[in-house]
Antibody, heavy 118, light 108 residues
Framework: QVQLQESGPGLVKPSQTLSLTCTVS??????????WSWIRQPAGKGLEWIGR???????NYNPSLKSRVTISVDTSKNQFSLKLSSVTAADTAVYYC??????????WGQGTLVTVSS | SYVLTQPPSVSVAPGQTARITCGGN??????VHWYQQKPGQAPVLVVY???DRPSGIPERFSGSNSGNTATLTISRVEAGDEADYYC???????????FGGGTKLTVL
């Protein structure tokens, strides 16, 4: 079955750009009518949807983050990526990637903690 | 934007039935999905499209959705059900995913 794995730096300095990659295994990122999404969760808090991308490159973003977020896809590597610019301590969170099947998220990656600190 | 409201916590004794609500304006017109998240783990889909279960999810987990409230029901609650539960919908008017604030289920 499809599995997702996040990777990227665990520590980012304030004002810099957070960059994460999600690698999809067990199936092609291009097969089926799926979107691919990023979701984050600050420690002790709830889930926040960041955005989604289709393999055509079509994207939608959370309006609260839209000015700072870019999601891209590399079908040749079976990966999609997140870039979040001008980060602050408020962006410290566990970041998850997930497949968006119809309008539900399944499966999810295990998550990766990103800390914004100097 | 669309808002989903969940109670912060629900407590239930083992063997009893837990009901976790998710409120939203005319939520009955949307498909509601529920996730279970145990400490240190990623969320897992336990109910989708209001009341369907993914393979591998026990029949004890069920859902309903009508009017302004969706409900996740866990029958014959076990200690292993203790977790945070999140409801989620897709807001087609703004084309974005929306999560409820989460409910911590405590098994007494």
């Amino acid at each position: 079955q499809v599995q997702l794995q996040e990777s990227g730096p665990g520590l980012v300095k304030p004002s810099q750009t957070l960059s994460l990659t999600c690698t999809v295994s067990g199936g092609s990122i291009s097969s089926g009518s799926y979107y691919w999404s990023w979701i984050r969760q600050p420690a002790g808090k709830g889930l926040e949807w960041i955005g989604r991308i289709y393999t055509s490159g079509s994207t939608n973003y959370n309006p609260s983050l839209k000015s700072r977020v870019t999601i891209s896809v590399d079908t040749s590597k079976n990966q999609f990526s997140l870039k979040l610019s001008s980060v602050t301590a408020a962006d410290t969170a566990v970041y998850y990637c997930a497949r968006l099947q119809a309008d539900r998220f399944d499966p999810w990656g295990q998550g990766t903690l990103v800390t914004v600190s100097s | 934007s669309y808002v989903l409201t969940q109670p912060p916590s629900v407590s239930v004794a083992p063997g009893q039935t837990a009901r976790i609500t998710c409120g939203g304006n005319n939520i009955g017109s949307k498909s509601v999905h529920w996730y279970q998240q145990k400490p240190g783990q990623a969320p897992v889909l336990v109910v989708y499209d209001d009341s369907d279960r993914p393979s591998g999810i026990p029949e004890r987990f069920s859902g309903s959705n009508s009017g302004n409230t969706a409900t996740l029901t866990i029958s014959r609650v076990e200690a292993g059900d203790e977790a945070d539960y999140y409801c989620q919908v897709w807001d087609s008017s703004s084309d974005q995913g929306v999560f409820g604030g989460g409910t911590k289920l405590t098994v007494l």
